[in-house]
């Protein structure tokens, strides 16, 4: 079971869009504090409330509930609308309007749930962290009533994406692609840069310390983590570290055995390169990852070969 939020405007066209499939795809399941008897009354009831809050630009709350196509024998009428309203209370969304749809129009069971963001007392219903809240609530629900675990975003069917959903996917795949291969930032940058998309980095303040990335592609902008939580900078750059490590251990191994070196005089110059490397300016934007991995790579030297 995965939720998805769409903030809106306009009840009239949600209702008419949760309404107008073709004769027998559509199937109103629920109404919770409002009287459903015509769809341009039921709009309107729910306009008339959201009146309350004139200043709230987007009262309209559309949320989609997708199941499993695996549990669709076990999901009746009966078993979504409990679903739904469990989810809808959970949510904080107990105590206002909202119009419970089913629709058959695809081969998974989903559910259309149009909802007030202004409660019946008049007061507007937070909206902070719903994602997060919804995502652990589906969670939730998804074991309680032993139904389908998702099997994340290489589940997705990609052809059925539209707008930004789709660019997101696009650059999940590129980056699932590309990381594999890159063993610095330069290489993870320039093969995201063959697929069209650019990435720029968030840094704190004034500084140069790196908070996050930002990924672009056909002029849609996403962070990381929006994208998926693999994508984040941390994630991202302790994979990159891992591939590093593993060239630089390959390589280690297909070094010929070097000649005998005087070694005071080698620790004295691998000292001195260190002392020069650390003098060089900091550059003004973002990382220079590789100048640091050369820095690491002298000072792995010199613990070695202070071991021997």
Same mark, same amino acid.
């Given at each position: 079971?995965?939720?998805?939020? !769409?903030k809106?405007t ?22 919770n504090?409002?009287?459903f008897i ?36 076990r ?5 979504m ?5 469990e ?15 089913r ?5 998974h069971?989903?559910?259309? $749930? ?8 008049g ?31 290489? +589940? ?10 789709k ?8 980056i ?15 093969g ?5 998309i ?10 140069? @310390?790196?908070?996050?990335? $930002? ?7 996403f ?6 939580r ?7 750059? +302790?994979?990159?570290e ?16 070097a ?7 080698? !620790? ?18 973002? @990382? ?9 790579k ?7 070969k202070?071991? !021997?």
């Open positions: 079971m995965i939720a998805k939020i !769409i809106g306009n009840f009239s066209g949600v209702v008419s869009y949760m309404l107008s499939k073709e004769k027998g795809k559509a199937k109103v399941l629920a109404s504090n409002i009287g015509d769809q341009n009354l039921c709009a309107d009831e729910f306009a008339l409330q959201a009146s309350m809050r004139p200043n709230v630009q987007k009262p309209v709350c559309h949320t989609i509930l997708s199941f499993s196509a695996s549990d669709a024998e999901l009746t009428d009966d078993v609308v409990k679903i739904a309203n989810y809808l209370e959970k949510m904080g969304y107990g105590n206002t309007q909202s119009l419970i749809v629709h058959s129009d695809r081969q069971p989903h559910l259309h $749930i149009c909802i007030n963001r202004i409660g019946n007392d007061k507007t219903i937070s909206d902070r962290n719903e994602k997060y809240r919804s995502t652990k609530i589906c969670r939730e629900l998804t074991e309680r009533y032993g139904l389908t675990l998702g099997k994340g975003k290489k +589940a997705v069917n990609r052809h059925r994406l539209r707008g930004e959903d660019l997101r996917y696009e650059i999940f795949d590129a699932k692609t590309v990381l594999p291969q890159s063993k610095n930032w330069k290489d993870f940058i320039t995201l840069e063959q697929q069209g650019t990435t720029r980095f968030k840094t704190k303040g004034n500084t140069d @310390v790196v908070q996050g990335n $930002i990924f672009e592609k056909d002029r849609c902008s962070s990381g983590s929006k994208i998926d693999s994508c984040s900078f941390s994630r991202l750059n +302790a994979a990159i891992r591939n590093s490590h593993k060239q630089e251990q390959i390589n280690l191994q297909n070094e010929p055995m000649h005998p070196v005087d070694e005071s005089n080698f !620790i004295t110059d691998l000292s001195e390169a260190i002392c020069e490397v650390f003098s060089m300016p900091t550059p003004s934007k973002g @990382v220079d990852v590789d100048e640091l991995r050369f820095q690491k002298l000072r792995n030297r010199a613990n070695r202070r071991r !021997i």
